[in-house]
């Protein structure tokens, strides 16, 4: 995958989360923090770093730097992926 800065589209999740690891940016923490309602669960819980779980189901998902700013952006990867 190449880098294609924030006009890169993906199709799922796990393509998200996938980026966000190659580029070392799962474990930094987001520009402002975010509330998540689980897709799968429904629990609400709060995206502090790119890369985030949901506490009830392990719900993995994953947003981009330049689209961090807006829930509707960040997507489910899947279970503990």
Known sequence: MSHEGCSGSFE????????????????????VPLIKKCSKCGEKFEMLNFEGKCPKCNMVYGVTPCHAFNPNNIMPAGINY
């Open 12 to 31: 799922n999740g796990k393509q998200v989360v996938d980026k966000v690891r190659q580029m070392g940016f799962d474990k930094q923490p987001m520009p």
